[in-house]
C-alpha cells in the first residue's frame, strides 16, 4: 500500500522506514530538503511542496501528519484539506487534543475527506519493537488504511496471552493497534496513557531518590545503606512485579551513567498530562498521582532532585527528548 508521510522527525522518519521494510511504498514531505531527499536515497518518494506531494499520491490518497501538536498540525491538516479530494484520507498521528480531532473532522466531512486521530506509542524505539497504536475515526477509512497500522504495529510477538483471551472476539488488539471509537478517540485514549505515564515514572523516580538517600548522615548509622542503584533496578526487571519496559530503559540509563550526572533534572511536559487532569476535573474523577506527577515536573523547572533526573533519563531513553544537561 502507498502513504503519504508529512513530517520525518524521530517518529514519522522511523515510521516511514519501518513501512518501506514491510513492502510499503511512501512519499514523504519535510519542512527540511536534506530529510525528503535523504529518505528518497532510502527508497520514498520525494517531493518538493506540499501539492507534489499530494499530486504523487494515488487515489484514494492517505496522507499521515506527523508533525508537532499545535498550530504545525492545524496549518498542515488545513493546507492539506484543500488539496485533497472527497474519499480521501489524512491521518493525524501526533499528540493533538481530541477536542480538536472532533472539530477537525466536523470541518471536513462536507468535503468527504476522511479524518483519523491515532494516538502512537513507541519512541525511537518503534522502528524495531513497533509502535502502539490508538484509533479514532470512520470505521470505513481505518480498515482502508489497515495494512499500513499491521505494519507498523508490533504484532503478537512473544507476549503471553491474557488467560481467557482465546474466547473474546477476534479483533487487532493483540497486535498492537485499536481501533477506540469516533473522531477524537484515539488521542483520547492516547492523552490518558500519556498521563499514567507521568504517574508510573514519578513513582520510579521518587524510589530511587529513596534509595540515594538511604546513606544520608541524618540518619541512623545502623540505619544507613550505600545501596547499588544500578543493580537494583537490574535485580527488579528479573520477576518482580514492578518490571515494565520504564524500568528496564531506566535500568540502562544507570548502566551508562549511576549518578546520572548527564541530567540536569529539568522535566517538559508535553500537553496530554494537563489535558489528562483537565478531563478528570470535567468528569469529576479523583486523579491524585496523575496531578501529583505533573506538578512535580513543573517544579523541576525550578528545583532539581535526583528523583528528577530519573524522568529525563526515562524521558531520554524512551522518546530522545534531549533535556538541558549540565556542562
Avoid at 78 to 100: H, Q, R
Avoid at 130 to 152: R, S, T, W
Avoid at 172 to 201: Q, R, W
Wanted: proline share 5%; charged share 25%; glycine share 12%.
Amino acid at each position: 500500500m502507498q502513504l503519504g508521510m508529512i513530517g520525518l522527525g524521530r517518529m514519522g522518519g522511523n515510521m516511514v522506514r519501518r513501512l518501506m521494510k514491510h513492502g510499503h511504498t511512501c512519499v514523504v514531505r519535510d519542512l527540511s530538503m536534506d530529510s525528503v531527499n535523504q529518505f528518497a536515497k532510502e527508497g520514498a518518494t520525494p517531493s518538493a511542496d506540499l501539492a507534489d506531494f499530494v499530486k504523487k499520491l494515488t487515489k484514494p490518497r492517505a496522507a499521515w501528519v506527523m508533525v508537532p501538536a499545535g498550530s504545525p498540525t492545524e496549518k498542515t491538516v488545513v493546507d492539506l484539506a484543500k488539496l485533497m479530494e472527497p474519499g480521501d484520507i489524512i491521518i493525524d498521528g501526533g499528540n493533538s487534543y481530541f477536542k480538536d480531532d472532533v472539530r477537525r473532522a466536523k470541518e471536513l466531512k462536507p468535503k468527504g475527506i476522511h479524518y483519523l486521530d491515532v494516538g502512537t506509542s513507541g519512541g525511537v524505539w518503534g522502528i524495531d519493537r513497533g509502535y502502539c497504536m490508538m484509533i479514532g475515526g470512520p470505521k470505513v477509512a481505518v480498515q482502508h488504511v489497515d495494512p499500513i497500522f499491521k505494519a507498523l504495529a508490533p504484532g503478537r510477538g512473544n507476549v503471553e496471552r491474557t488467560p481467557g483471551r482465546d474466547k473474546a472476539p477476534a479483533g487487532t488488539t493483540e497486535d498492537g493497534y485499536l481501533h477506540c471509537g469516533p473522531s477524537g478517540a484515539g488521542h483520547f485514549v492516547k492523552m490518558i496513557h500519556n498521563g499514567i505515564e507521568y504517574g508510573l515514572m514519578q513513582a520510579y523516580a521518587e524510589g530511587f531518590d529513596i534509595f540515594r538517600c538511604a546513606n544520608s548522615k541524618e540518619l541512623p548509622e545502623n540505619h544507613r545503606y550505600d545501596l547499588n542503584l544500578t543493580d537494583i533496578a537490574e535485580l527488579w526487571r528479573r520477576g518482580s512485579v514492578v518490571g515494565s519496559w520504564l524500568l528496564d530503559l531506566t535500568a540502562s540509563a544507570l548502566l551508562q551513567d549511576p549518578d546520572l550526572k548527564g541530567y540536569e533534572g529539568v522535566v517538559q511536559d508535553s500537553g496530554e498530562g494537563r489535558w489528562t487532569i483537565q478531563a478528570a476535573i470535567e468528569e469529576a474523577v479523583p486523579a491524585d498521582v496523575l496531578t501529583a506527577a505533573l506538578y512535580t515536573r513543573f517544579r523541576s523547572r525550578q528545583t532539581h532532585t535526583f528523583a528528577e533526573k530519573v524522568l529525563s533519563a526515562m524521558r531520554m531513553m524512551f522518546g530522545g527528548h534531549v533535556e538541558p544537561r549540565k556542562q
